[in-house]
């Protein structure tokens, strides 16, 4: 009896291990089975470039990680495969809330806070996969992309993929901000300034307007900023006047509107909700602009030693009176001379704020609808009043404060590196 109280014995415990190994979850098999996945869908759009009737780049991959951390070679990237990859786009087609979507992968659950744009190389396509065509002159020069190639275009993220849902964000590259000249050489640069903006609803979370084209210089930028930094821009049509600002996260904004030889138009309080567009004119009661003479604000930044890919830019910003401060124009530095030049209006910036039954809506048609100075004392009013930020990433901010009122004024800037 004892041996077969011995093996019984044995038995017992063969059975309960395997038993406590089924109730851990058995194998690999039942893990992958019950692991929660989600969809990532993403799309491009841009805003507007300044001097370039086309600003083309081809995208060979989207890969991201869970770690902004994480290099090539590290496990865990996930690839969002390219319709159509690689694909070469015109970002210049995709403004006033045009989106091309890119690709859509199923990924395991979770936050994701890198991304990796993968450019093709110009070496390996022809037409040129990177490039940008100059303003009325049909010249199409390669567009260097030195970090796009290999690794991709980094940037920090931060999107949630949840289970059994569609996680819709776009990549909303600044084309202007991101495309440096470097005048001794004639080369043009790929400095990305690029955003990740998520998409909850794609009616919504938009701000729609006219202009009155007659009012409109012959460039015309329309933005929402947020404490004086563009968070969406475009262009409004040419022919109609129409613009609109999407995706735009949810929240309040300055609706800005620069255009030249034209005064500076601010709404303030411009919400942005997911439930419906928010329309701050409308077709036949339209923003009329202001006439305006323009100055220059020209000067040079200056980095020292001067590094290998290390950029500058400059911003004109403006503070208006009884009123928020906004962006008027902003570009990067000419990589070789450090060179920078604006043409700012210098009449009073025009001043409205946003009502949820807009006046501009529900009044009778008129041509347009001016919006009044700032101030209607010329001592208070912020005309030609300028502040400039020069900033370098990794140094401290600086700036200088100007008057374009009395004439142009040139002001440089010198960072030194440790």
């Known amino acids: 009896?004892?041996?077969?109280?011995?093996?019984?014995?044995?038995?017992?415990?063969?059975?309960?291990?395997?038993?406590?190994?089924?109730?851990?979850?058995?194998?690999?098999?039942?893990?992958?089975?019950?692991?929660?996945?989600?969809?990532?869908?993403?799309?491009?759009?841009?805003?507007?470039?300044?001097?370039?009737?086309?600003?083309?780049?081809?995208?060979?991959?989207?890969?991201?990680?869970?770690?902004?951390?994480?290099?090539?070679?590290?496990?865990?990237?996930?690839?969002?495969?390219?319709?159509?990859a690689p694909r070469r786009i015109d970002l210049l087609e995709l403004t006033n809330g045009v989106l091309e979507e890119l690709g859509q992968a199923v990924l395991p659950a979770g936050k994701y806070t890198q991304m990796r744009l993968v450019l093709a190389d110009n070496s390996e396509s022809t037409p040129l996969a990177n490039s940008v065509v100059l303003s009325g002159t049909k010249a199409e020069e390669p567009l260097k992309t030195p970090s796009g190639q290999q690794s991709g275009i980094k940037m920090n993220v931060d999107i949630t993929v949840e289970p059994d849902t569609v996680a819709d964000f776009v990549i909303d590259f600044d084309a202007c901000k991101s495309v440096v000249k470097a005048g001794a050489s004639g080369k043009y640069l790929l400095k990305p300034v690029v955003s990740v903006i998520a998409v909850i609803s794609s009616t919504a979370?938009?701000?729609?307007?006219?202009?009155?084209?007659?009012?409109?210089?012959?460039?015309?930028?329309?933005?929402?900023?947020?404490?004086?930094?563009?968070?969406?821009?475009?262009?409004?049509?040419?022919?109609?006047?129409?613009?609109?600002?999407?995706?735009?996260?949810?929240?309040?904004?300055?609706?800005?509107?620069?255009?030249?030889?034209?005064?500076?138009?601010?709404?303030?309080?411009?919400?942005?909700?997911?439930?419906?567009?928010?329309?701050?004119?409308?077709?036949?009661?339209?923003?009329?602009?202001?006439?305006?003479?323009?100055?220059?604000?020209?000067?040079?930044?200056?980095?020292?030693?001067?590094?290998?890919?290390?950029?500058?830019?400059?911003?004109?910003?403006?503070?208006?009176?009884?009123?928020?401060?906004?962006?008027?124009?902003?570009?990067?530095?000419?990589?070789?001379?450090?060179?920078?030049?604006?043409?700012?209006?210098?009449?009073?910036p025009r001043l409205a704020s946003y009502l949820a039954v807009n006046p501009l809506i529900v009044s009778n048609p008129a041509v347009s609808v001016i919006f009044p100075a700032d101030s209607t004392d010329a001592s208070l009013t912020a005309a030609g009043k300028y502040t400039l930020e020069a900033s370098v990433a990794g140094l401290t901010t600086q700036t200088a404060e100007i008057n374009l009122s009395g004439g142009p004024a040139e002001t440089n800037f010198s960072f030194v590196l440790p």
């Open 1 to 84: 009896m004892k041996p077969l109280s011995g093996f019984l014995r044995g038995a017992a415990l063969l059975l309960g291990s395997l038993a406590l190994l089924a109730g851990c979850g058995g194998g690999d098999s039942d893990t992958t089975a019950t692991a929660s996945t989600g969809t990532l869908k993403l799309s491009i759009t841009d805003a507007p470039a300044c001097g370039y009737d086309n600003v083309f780049i081809t995208v060979k991959e989207v890969r991201v990680h869970q770690s902004e951390d994480a290099v090539d070679g590290d496990e865990g990237w996930q690839t969002i495969p390219v319709i159509d």
């Open 205 to 348: 979370q938009r701000i729609v307007g006219y202009l009155n084209t007659t009012t409109m210089g012959e460039s015309t930028l329309v933005s929402a900023q947020k404490d004086g930094v563009v968070v969406k821009a475009t262009v409004p049509d040419a022919i109609n006047g129409e613009f609109v600002l999407f995706p735009v996260p949810v929240g309040t904004y300055d609706l800005v509107i620069v255009s030249s030889d034209h005064a500076t138009a601010v709404m303030t309080g411009v919400p942005v909700t997911t439930t419906e567009p928010t329309y701050v004119s409308s077709a036949t009661v339209r923003i009329g602009l202001a006439p305006s003479g323009m100055q220059n604000a020209t000067g040079a930044v200056s980095i020292i030693p001067d590094p290998l890919n290390t950029y500058a830019t400059v911003r004109a910003l403006q503070a208006l009176y009884n009123g928020p401060t906004v962006e008027v124009a902003s570009m990067p530095v000419d990589t070789d001379s450090g060179a920078y030049g604006f043409a700012l209006p210098i009449a009073s």
